[in-house]
């Protein structure tokens, strides 16, 4: 079979994958938690040993994982346990079925039946150092058996206990409808978790030093390796002296919380066993061991319940060596104009003046002299083999994403990671991995350049996680040879096929938007009352918000959309989809709505007040109007002023294509112009930053009457009603 229609088989292939997985959540899971208990277990066993045949999970479907099946086995082998290969084979066969039990669990969470599950405790009473505490309580655990019923069994004994999640399940790579299996979980979690709550670490560490303060029981997981941009420790584990991720420490140290441990096993029908770890002073370094030596004795002891061993390459283990320099030396007689650069221009958003100015910020930090040495084509018109044959330069720049925000220096640090890691090819780090202290907090240019240039305290290079990526840097004499072996690899495949010589360069940092226009905007569902039945989504894009609507209200929808986006819409029956403006929509074809929502729109319209007075006419009488604008008011564009900048982005507060700016006050004075009543608020926005928070203080003293509301909002999210 030729190359050919072999990658078209394999395509089919997997888009049928995709098919059968969106059926898997949406339909068989939440049948299973319909079931008795009982037989719900034993089927969920037997839908994660098909999972486990097939080598498939939701991460391996969404983003690009593969792998898991080969890693999870190489991570097997990496435990201090003599293990023939069939052993091996059956803990990676127990892996899938004990994760694909956990997702029954969640459904189980979500349906509120956790009054009808039993658990018993070891040891016996232990629970009664979780309540009337005097300082705060840090649990780790690890991607084991029943994990996350285990939170509902810890507050079964009145403590108050909050988790730490992650947003990775809100890529919008992730099948739709597991990303409302997990809504749904969390959000079923929240009611059994005596007042505590759910919050993604994306958002900042701030809430968890809040939480571990007021002396709360804060649950985060224990098993994951370090990233190249987050904190680390070393700490004695499954046998060896790895290095994984610390922020958890360091957050239980700085606010002198106690630290230990537990898991959760599943016994059989509907009984539970939860065992607690030893608990000791954080700073007190043994608390640490104790953790991590009682997490691995209970792996060791069920090798197949711990779900997570896919990670466990990716920890490194600690070698006794001479102290090595982090400072990165550049390679030998290398400038930054000693590489070419490729722009694969294939993006949902291509032709976009979103995208053009994207593109032209890139050209005027990236391209350097002589101009020639930059390229822009579409992935079918740069074959990598043809391509490379044609550089003059040693390396050879990629941006797979053209929708990228990056700075001057990226081509610099790929190169000195090239030669500090002796590798063949640098991947520059990004937003995916970007969490814990290097959580992503930029709004501006500013913001930006600042937290890239900060990065620089990292080291030059680090393991590859393995993630596609969005740019990455070659040796075009590297690159030749391989192509020489597989002519067939394709851009996306090259850092993969180089296998151990590809490495991740901490300090070169990249940020995607190319899925700027594909947000469901699920958080607005919550603004709209349950008796709104008919939306209008004017400007929606492919209308993933009003799909949302659709499927988690039940109701019926109509897309306005000017732009081809509403051609790339997927198809509903209750979705009405018109390529067209608001003023062109009629009244007498499409009938009046409960509501019409303006999600990031008005901002890009000349006439905002036109659209809203347009919007009356297709309204029933009390009718809804739901909206979200960007804040001009928001800390870091007065900040920004405050500096002399103002500097217009493919994305953001100061959005290219934004012609209106509004602060809460001169949205609100636009509404009541057009007839509209305000019926509830929502500020949206991180924490405000140290930095600007003494600022204030500053301006205080000096008697400014600062509207501190407005500085810490982003993002205006508005419900107003018909007068």
Known sequence: MSAAPRSLWSRLLWRAV????????????????????????RLAAWRGALNAMTGRDWRSVALGFRHIRAQSALGYRQLPLAASDAQVRRWVRERFIAESRDEYEARLIADRRVPELVCDVLPAGSLGQLVNRDRGLLLLTPHFESFVLGLTFLA???AKVSVMSSAVTHDPRVDPAVQRHFTAKYRGLENFLNGGRIVDLELG?????????????????GDGPALPNGASMEVEFLGARRVLSGGALRMAQRTQSDLGSYVCRHLGGNRYELELGPIGR?????????????????????????????????????????????????????????????????SPLAASQELDCGLRQLRKQLRGKPEALWHEATDAQAAPNEFLQRCSAPYLLVLLEPALLATASLPAELQACLSAADAACAVAADQRGASGEWAIGYTTQVDFERYVARRQSLPPSASWDGV??????????????????????????LPRAFAGRTVTAPRAFVHSYGEYQQGAREEMLELLPSTVRRLLDVGG????????FIEQRGGEAWLVEP???AAKAQPHDRLRVFQGTLEQTDPQQAGLFDAVSFLDVLEHMEHPLQALLGARRLLRPGGLLLASVPNVGHWSVVRDLALGRFDYGPVGILC????????????????????????????AGPAMPEEFERFIAAGAQAQLAWDTESLQTESLHVLAALR
């Open 18 to 41: 995709r098919l059968v997985h969106r059926f898997d959540f949406a339909v068989v899971l939440p049948a299973l938690g319909r079931l008795p208990i009982g037989l719900g277990h």
């Open 156 to 158: 079964r004994s009145g």
């Open 205 to 221: 560490t701030r809430q968890f030093y809040r939480m571990l303060k007021d002396k709360e029981v804060l649950v985060i997981l």
């Open 282 to 346: 954080a700073e007190d370094p043994s608390a640490l061991s104790a953790a991590y030596r009682f997490l691995s004795e209970a792996i060791l002891k069920h090798p197949g319940g711990w779900w997570a061993a896919d990670l466990l390459p990716s920890m490194p283990v600690v070698q006794e060596q001479a102290p090595v320099s982090t400072t990165a030396a550049p390679p030998p007689g290398a400038t930054p104009g000693d590489h070419e650069t490729l722009v694969l221009t294939d």
């Open 468 to 493: 596609t990526p969005w740019a990455y840097m070659v040796r075009v004499a590297s690159a030749r040879e391989l192509l020489q072996r597989e002519p067939g690899l394709g851009w996306q495949e």
């Open 541 to 548: 894009g492919e209308g993933r918000f009003a799909r949302a």
């Open 563 to 565: 732009s081809a986006a």
């Open 656 to 683: 290219t294509t934004h012609l209106r700016f509004f602060t809460k006050r001169s949205l609100e004075e636009m509404l009541a112009e057009a007839g509209f009543e305000v019926v509830r608020w929502r500020h």
